[in-house]
Structure formats: structure tokens, C-alpha cells
T-cell receptor, first 114, second 114 residues
Framework: EAQVTQNPRYLITVTGKKLTVTCSQNMNHEYMSWYRQDPGLGLRQIYYSMNVEVTDKGDVPEGYKVSRKEKRNFPLILESPSPNQTSLYFC?????????????FGPGTRLTVT | AQSVTQLGSHVSVSEGALVLLRCNYSSSVPPYLFWYVQYPNQGLQLLLKYTSAATLVKGINGFEAEFKKSETSFHLTKPSAHMSDAAEYFCAVSESDSWGKFQFGAGTQVVVTP
């Protein structure tokens, strides 16, 4: 089944404890992206990747890191999480960002930082 | 620079009535526009997209949207609401001079009453 998977789905952690949220797609998509969703703010793009080894900042990259070493994986790293990073996170992938192919979204990761 | 404004964070419609969700954008270059739907506890799913072809775009589940350049709008409509249309709807924009970057509106929650 074609899908975008995220792990974990739910995570409660403490301030400052490094964490990684994994994202994997099995559709051979070139483009991947991370978003956070907050009430009243919609989705805001954190980072995106046009292809392997190519990443760029979205609108809210502060406090996050990403890497794209393989085509299928695009992990989101929070090196020192803070309470303002409590949010619902979505990973998405697309065949290509060019020509605006459809983005396929993962199921989301709900992160709580205390 | 691009931005998206969705008018109305909550919309209540009666089953069988017209659904109208408003989206206005600002863009310095011709935009690509999207509507996504999010059902409870799920990721986002593409409803339809405008990519500079026909200004009236038909999507899934009976939804359509019209691109009006003079009004910088991309409103989403469905002639007859169904209970299954209860969800949150997001308008999004991307620009051809910043491939890979997407901006989403704050979302509109649709409630359908019997």
C-alpha cells in the first residue's frame, strides 16, 4: 500500500531531551516536507526537501533540523525541545514539487513537551 | 511573498444546502492553489488544485473551486452538503518562483446539521 508513515504517533517528552520523529514513504517520491499544525494557525511548513541531500527552510524552521540521506526517509530532529514546540506534526511527500503534484500526508505525530 | 486568508474559522450548513468556503490569496507571481480536507484524527487529503489551466476546477466528492484573478480568490463550493462533508478544510498556495514552499490558510471547520 502506498503510504507515508510517521513514528511515533504520540510522544510526551521533557524540555531539552533530544528527539527524532521519523518519516518514511514507499512511493519513490522526490519531494518531502514537514509541517506543524496549531489551532487557529493552520499548517506551517518547517522544512522541505526537493530531493536527496537537498533541503531548505520553510516558514518556521527555528528549533528543528532535518536530513535527507535516502530518498524514502526524512526525519525531523528536535535537538532541545521546548514547550512551544508542542504541536501536531505532519510529514508529506510528492512525486515532485515541480508541476505541483499532489502531496500525500502521513497520519501525524502529536508531540507534547513539558 | 505569498499568503492565504480563509474567511470564517467555523461554518455550519444544513444537510442539502450549499457549502461555500472562502479563500483569498496574495502572490507576487501567478499562484498555484489547492484545497485540502482533513477528517478527524487523519492527515490531509487533496480535494482539488488550480495550476493555471481552467479557472473552474472540479475535485473529488462533488467539490469545485473557481480561480478569480481580479478578486485574488479561490472559493470552494459544493451544491449540496452531506453529513460526510463535516471536516476541516484548508486552502494552500505555492508559487512558481519558490518551488517546494507551501503556505496554508488557518482552516475552516465545517459542521453539517441534519
Amino acid at each position: 500500500e502506498a503510504q507515508v508513515t510517521q513514528n511515533p504517533r504520540y510522544l510526551i517528552t521533557v524540555t531539552g531531551k533530544k528527539l527524532t520523529v521519523t518519516c518514511s514513504q514507499n512511493m519513490n517520491h522526490e519531494y518531502m516536507s514537514w509541517y506543524r499544525q496549531d489551532p487557529g494557525l493552520g499548517l506551517r511548513q518547517i522544512y522541505y526537501s526537493m530531493n536527496v541531500e537537498v533541503t531548505d527552510k520553510g516558514d518556521v524552521p527555528e528549533g528543528y533540523k532535518v536530513s535527507r540521506k535516502e530518498k524514502r526517509n526524512f526525519p525531523l530532529i528536535l535537538e532541545s525541545p521546548s514547550p512551544n514546540q508542542t504541536s501536531l506534526y505532519f510529514c508529506a511527500s510528492s512525486l515532485s514539487a515541480f508541476l505541483t503534484y499532489e502531496q500525500y500526508f502521513g497520519p501525524g505525530t502529536r508531540l507534547t513537551v513539558t | 511573498a505569498q499568503s492565504v486568508t480563509q474567511l470564517g474559522s467555523h461554518v455550519s450548513v444544513s444537510e442539502g444546502a450549499l457549502v461555500l468556503l472562502r479563500c483569498n490569496y496574495s502572490s507576487s507571481v501567478p499562484p498555484y492553489l489547492f484545497w485540502y480536507v482533513q477528517y478527524p484524527n487523519q492527515g490531509l487529503q487533496l480535494l482539488l488544485k488550480y495550476t493555471s489551466a481552467a479557472t473552474l476546477v472540479k475535485g473529488i466528492n462533488g467539490f469545485e473551486a473557481e480561480f478569480k484573478k481580479s478578486e485574488t480568490s479561490f472559493h470552494l463550493t459544493k451544491p449540496s452538503a452531506h453529513m460526510s462533508d463535516a471536516a476541516e478544510y484548508f486552502c494552500a498556495v505555492s508559487e512558481s518562483d519558490s518551488w517546494g514552499k507551501f503556505q496554508f490558510g488557518a482552516g475552516t471547520q465545517v459542521v453539517v446539521t441534519p
